[in-house]
Nanobody, 123 residues
Framework: VQLVESGGGLAQPGGSVKLSCAVS????????VTWARQAPGKGLEWVSS????????LYADSVKGRFTISRDHANNTLYLQMSSLRPDDTARYFC?????????????????WGQGTQVTVSS
């Protein structure tokens, strides 16, 4: 399985950005997909996850109500719609996949990651 993120760039505070994660390979036996981010000088932070068979949508408190995770089955693509952006949303955003059942916010359980896409929120 390979993941390729795209859609990052520069956005103004209060603006919107939609990230994409193209998924290739057989994901039938994977449990969940996630978005995580890493701000400069900080560790990887869980943002949002979607379980592939239960269709459960989960969000970190910091993005709840502002970000929306979705999946296009036909195109095998994962999305993160980001709205009401704030400067502290500035980070490199990664998509990841995990094969095993468990807490989706446990990022160490994700075995596949993309290369990330940079989002910068600034006026």
């Amino acid at each position: 399985v390979q993941l390729v993120e795209s859609g990052g760039g520069l956005a103004q505070p209060g603006g919107s950005v939609k990230l994409s994660c193209a998924v290739s390979g057989d994901i039938a036996h994977y449990y969940a997909v996630t978005w995580a981010r890493q701000a400069p000088g900080k560790g990887l932070e869980w943002v949002s996850s979607l379980t592939l068979h239960g269709n459960n949508f989960l969000y970190a408190d910091s993005v709840k109500g502002r970000f929306t995770i979705s999946r296009d089955h036909a195109n095998n693509t994962l999305y993160l719609q980001m709205s009401s952006l704030r400067p502290d949303d500035t980070a490199r955003y990664f998509c990841g996949m995990r094969a095993h059942f468990g807490d989706v916010f446990e990022l160490r359980e994700y075995s596949v990651w993309g290369q990330g896409t940079q989002v910068t929120v600034s006026s």
